[in-house]
């Protein structure tokens, strides 16, 4: 058992104060534990990055503080899933779903236990931190396990429903997640149901298909575009797997498609979204945005994500550029 984590310290206050989202994580567990289920949460050192030192000051015989030990913490969810908790578990997401892809893959998923995994500051969200901790792959790893379902949450709201959802899925899940200071999207409430697209907006020029921090940006590049004359549908594809193949086909059945995410474009979103098209012999063109296939800079977030398009204003630039081919 650990202890709780005092709310005075200066690294809650710090962190809280400039990522607001990192409660959504803490206050859907803290809710989920009231209702009566046996959550239980752990975390590898990472606590105040994540949130979950809220968690830890509310329940903390129900908090485990792992310590820099992400491989063994992915084994003792599996363990704790064995005995009747339910287990979520956090860290970074370069580390959770790259480090610890061969605990994920046998201990958990092979073995179909309920643990549900929170990869957190995914794609190129932290910055100065560089190439090690940036998570431009993990859901090329994650996709590919068979049995494991993969959500990126647009925003806190939708997270926070996709976590109280998860009591009645019967798979592993990972959940993809950003850094806490992701624009809403979504209102409290907001009812989310696994392997279901959310459809913003239908175009006749061009769809945008999108996941987690994307989707914001692509919302705005959409509202931009129409006031230039051209028509895109946005649709947020918060589950990548299992993906919504009629979403992605009702799509291409009139507009070109373009996808775009915070990861590298061999292997995620696009590449799911290009299977589906491949597979149905859809007569549509597809282009994949993203990270083009390389170890990403290292900046401040913001600087990252202009310089590879993937804020509003690059969305829309990389669009016009599809739309005039």
Not at 21 to 36: H, N, P, R, Y
Not at 52 to 60: D, G, Q, S, W
Not at 63 to 76: D, R, T, W
Request: glycine share 8%.
């Amino acid at each position: 058992m650990t202890q709780a984590f005092s709310p005075d310290s200066w690294q809650y206050r710090a962190l809280n104060s400039v990522n607001p989202g990192l409660d959504f994580l803490s206050d859907a567990l803290i809710e989920l534990t009231q209702a009566g289920h046996p959550v239980v949460a752990g975390s590898a050192d990472l606590q105040y990055s994540n949130g979950l030192n809220r968690y830890a000051a509310a329940y903390p015989d129900r908090y485990i503080q792992f310590g820099i030990s992400e491989q063994n913490m992915v084994s003792a969810a599996a363990g704790l899933a064995t005995t009747g908790c339910m287990p979520f578990v956090a860290t970074f997401a370069s580390f959770l779903g790259l480090l610890c892809c061969e605990q994920i893959r046998m201990d958990i998923a092979y073995t179909r236990l309920p643990v549900r995994l929170i990869g957190h500051h995914t794609g190129i969200s932290l910055g100065f931190y560089g190439t090690s901790h940036h998570a431009t792959e993990d859901i090329s790893t994650t996709r590919a396990i068979a049995g494991l379902t993969v959500v990126s949450p647009a925003d806190g709201h939708q997270l926070a429903s996709a976590i109280k959802a998860s009591v009645d899925w019967p798979e592993p899940i990972y959940f993809r997640i950003g850094r806490g200071r992701d624009p809403d999207v979504y209102e409290k409430g907001h009812r989310f149901e696994f392997g279901k697209a959310i459809v913003h907006s239908k175009g006749s020029d061009l769809t945008i298909i999108c996941c987690g921090m994307t989707v914001e940006p692509a919302l705005n590049a959409a509202r931009q575009l129409l006031e230039e004359g051209y028509s895109v549908g946005v649709i947020d594809m918060p589950t990548i797997k299992p993906l919504d193949r009629a979403a992605v086909l009702e799509a291409a059945r009139s507009t070109l498609v373009m996808t775009a995410e915070e990861h590298n474009v061999m292997g995620g979103l696009g590449s799911a979204v290009a299977e589906v098209l491949a597979d149905a012999g859809a007569a549509t063109r597809l282009y994949r945005h993203g990270i083009y296939d390389e170890y990403s800079l290292i900046a401040p977030p913001t600087a990252l994500y202009a310089h590879y398009r993937l804020d509003a204003a690059g969305i829309r630039q990389v669009a016009l550029e599809q739309m005039k081919r």
